[in-house]
């Protein structure tokens, strides 16, 4: 089978650099939106019947967007450490078949959680994965899911005291021990097993198939 990734790159035309530069804006601008719960905007870059799967939801975004656990982000009112999240993109890959495209945003995931008491930065190396289509002469998304490589919990305050014994890391998958003990702690997590990594090749395997098969259709 063919797969996505086998997709030509490079020696494009200069329309295709421009339909790959606006998915580019689209994809990035749906994480800042995460990160700064901004609703409407967000919504803006979705088709209607779009859906994705992250950490701890799965289903469609009119659903995610509906979730009273999103909201926008106030400016801190004190200098104290509060719990916070973002991502920091590295660079996005497009790979574009006509009316259809798949993006990955290479990034960090951050956190900034207390857990037990103790304020604690986590980050995740990850590549966020985009199915896009243009329809009316629009792209939006139509799905989106995380692929999870590796990621690590420090303290924010050196004198810490918080020891998380390694068989209650080891209970979740290598590729994100630590955000998915945290997921644990604050509630949410869900379908950990099914998170696409490359620590179950399956996984991955079955995410890359879905949309090369969508992708060459």
Known sequence: MKMFYEAPMGNLSGEEMLEKIRIREIVEYDRYC?????????????????????????????????NPTIRSKELPKTHQPEESHGHRINNTVVWLNGEKAIAEVLCFLNFRTEIQGEWMDSQCWCRMHYRLERRADRWGILYFEGIYEKDRMD???????????????????????????????????????????????????RLYTESSEWFWL
């Open 34 to 66: 995460t990160d700064y719960g901004l609703k409407e905007q967000q919504r803006a870059l979705w088709h209607e019947d779009g859906r994705l799967f992250t950490t701890w939801f799965e289903g469609s975004i009119n659903d995610y967007l509906g």
């Open 155 to 205: 303290p924010v305050f050196m004198d810490s005291c918080l020891e998380i014994p390694r068989d209650e890391l080891e209970k979740f998958r290598s590729i994100n021990w630590n955000m998915a003990y945290r997921r644990s702690c604050i509630g949410g997590l869900k379908n950990a097993d099914r998170w696409a990594g490359s620590d179950v090749p399956e996984t991955l395997e």
